[in-house]
């Protein structure tokens, strides 16, 4: 299943590792976004599947609030990774769930594809390790 995903995170290395990951997956990366407002704007722009968000943005804790947005009002299936899994504990409305980072190669996989067979309506037996779901 081939996916245009989001990359929000502002860590430069983190965000390229993920690309090459979901990349070599078969995904089309539509972007890179460092900030809420750069984020909003390649939403607006591309159609987007998926967007793997982090919490701390250069702009600050936005992914939040971002993530509520884009799953809420933009049509966007959310996955947070963060290194603060905890500030997402309750969950975000309109987002599937968070992976804790550092997280590894099959971790992203897996998660991605959980998030893709529930966007399109596939069942799915169980989530997978690592990933905490929403609602």
Known sequence: MIARILIIEDEALVAMELRFILEDLGHQVVGVAATARAARDLVRENDVDLALVDIHLSDGPTGIALGRE????????????????????????????????PTDEQAVETAVDYALRRRHGQSVEYAPPGLQLFG
Do not use: C, H, Y
């Not at 009002?73 to 987002?95: C, I, Q, Y």
């Open 70 to 101: 884009l799953g809420q009002d933009m049509g966007v299936s959310v996955l947070f990774m963060t290194a603060n899994p905890g500030m997402v504990r309750e969950g975000v409305a309109g987002a599937i769930g968070a992976l804790s980072k």
